[in-house]
């Protein structure tokens, strides 16, 4: 079973995303693959992230008004 954590994105490029976990405040240096789905997502988006086997997949764009 995976668990779920809300991350941040800090930088995206062809090689994947790097991420900040909570309770770090700095991106991480590995890159991590997400779903391909229709949105993009940029630095600074607030992502669902589920934690599977020692490392994380981005699931998608946590959208708020």
Known sequence: ???L?????GEVDSSGV???VPPSTT????RYK?????GSIASGDLVLVASIKGTYVVL??????
């Open 1 to 3: 079973m995976a668990d």
């Open 60 to 65: 998608g764009k946590i959208a708020y008004s």
């Open 27 to 30: 991106a991480s240096q590995k």
């Open 18 to 20: 790097t991420l900040i």
């Open 34 to 38: 997400r779903l391909m789905t229709g």
């Open 5 to 9: 954590v809300v991350a941040t994105v």
